[in-house]
């Protein structure tokens, strides 16, 4: 049974910084392809950026230049490299290992931008 735990958010100002954590188990990590997506407040969720196995990223156009992705094969954890942080950066962030509808979500962390 694939396992994800969130952690890393929290409240930071607009322009501020946040790293986020996902760490997996139960899973062969280094063969999944990994992502975030998020759910601001009344939206849909969507996503944020992807990474293959073999480390190839993609992001949205909303947060390029600003968000990167990386992965820790060896600790079968991802990370997402948050700066400039802005105000509808605010929602839930979820990680997935896998495909949308068939891999395993974490649980959602909070990160809010507010001054």
């Known amino acids: 049974q694939v396992q994800l735990v969130e952690s890393g958010g929290g409240l930071v100002q607009p322009g501020g910084s946040l790293r986020l954590s996902c760490a997996a188990s139960?899973?062969?990590?280094?063969?999944?392809?990994m992502s975030w997506h998020r759910q601001p407040p009344g939206k849909q969720r969507e996503l944020v950026a992807a990474?293959?196995?073999?480390?190839?990223?993609n992001y949205a156009d909303s947060v390029k230049g600003r968000f990167t992705m990386t992965r820790d094969n060896g600790k079968k954890t991802m990370y997402l490299q948050m700066n400039n942080l802005k105000p509808e950066d605010t929602a839930v962030y979820y990680c997935?290992?896998?495909?949308?509808?068939?891999?395993?979500w974490g649980q959602g962390i909070q990160v809010t931008v507010s001054s």
């Open positions: 997935l290992s896998g495909a949308y509808y068939s891999g395993s």
């Open positions: 139960g899973t062969i990590f280094s063969s999944s392809v």
């Open positions: 990474i293959t196995s073999g480390g190839s990223t």
